[in-house]
């Protein structure tokens, strides 16, 4: 059974940084584009960050560049979202999500994990 | 990213069809997926590949896609149908998603 697992969100100040992880199994994750979307509080799903299925190419929404860095590590089967000088409008629910790059499907989401960004 | 449109909301009586458009030129090119989302849960996919179900996903749910549009059809639609449902396509360079629509079952 295909499964995505985020870990890593909480309460963090302003300006500080927070590492999410996801954690991926069920899946040839090694053929896997993997992304980061947010839903802020009452608010739609929002795309944040995208990483090649060899960690080869990374995008970002214009909004995070410069703050935020996805990775991910193949051999251990897991994508990460480095996030730096935090802004209380990153406080969202921050899920990861992937597809199989060669089939062009086979999509897959985690249940997300909560950041709260607030003094 | 690009864009992708949908209504922001649609509303239909419990037995009846719901239908989503979603257009964008993305999907020319690539799959159409569609997530569901209840108050207070994670996004579930109902679709992807334009038009297949994950296992789990019941058939009153299904879709299709041509060209620049895409639409998900709900078939003799339940209370617990009422939800956000959200069309997406891989790009390029990201994700496209669009803004969701909210599914009210009168």
């Known amino acids: 059974q295909v499964q995505l697992v985020e870990s890593g969100g909480g309460v963090v100040q302003p300006g500080r940084s927070l590492r999410l992880s996801c954690a991926a199994s069920?899946?040839?994750?090694?053929?896997?584009?993997m992304h980061w979307v947010r839903q802020a509080p009452g608010k739609g799903l929002q795309w944040v960050a995208t990483i090649s299925y060899d960690g080869g190419n990374e995008d970002y929404i214009d909004s995070v560049k410069g703050r935020f860095s996805i990775s991910r590590d193949n051999s251990e089967n897991m994508v990460y979202l480095q996030m730096n000088s935090l802004r209380s409008d990153d406080t969202a629910m921050y899920y990861c999500?992937?597809?199989?790059?060669?089939?062009?499907?086979?999509?897959?989401w985690g249940p997300g994990t909560l950041v709260t960004v607030s003094s | 990213s690009y864009e992708l449109t949908q209504p922001s909301s649609v509303s239909v009586s419990p037995g009846q069809t719901a239908r989503i458009a979603c257009t964008g030129t993305i999907l020319a090119n690539r799959y159409a997926r569609w997530l569901q989302q209840k108050p207070g849960q994670a996004p579930v996919l109902l679709i992807h590949r334009d038009n297949e179900r994950p296992s789990g996903i019941p058939d009153r749910f299904s879709a299709s896609s041509s060209g620049t549009t895409a639409t998900l059809t709900i078939s003799g639609v339940h209370l617990e149908d009422e939800a956000d449902y959200y069309c997406y396509s891989s790009a390029d360079n990201g994700l496209s998603l669009g803004a969701g629509t909210k599914l009210t079952v009168l």
């Open positions: 999500a992937g597809y199989d790059f060669w089939s062009g499907f086979r999509d897959s």
């Open positions: 069920g899946l040839t994750f090694g053929s896997y584009v």
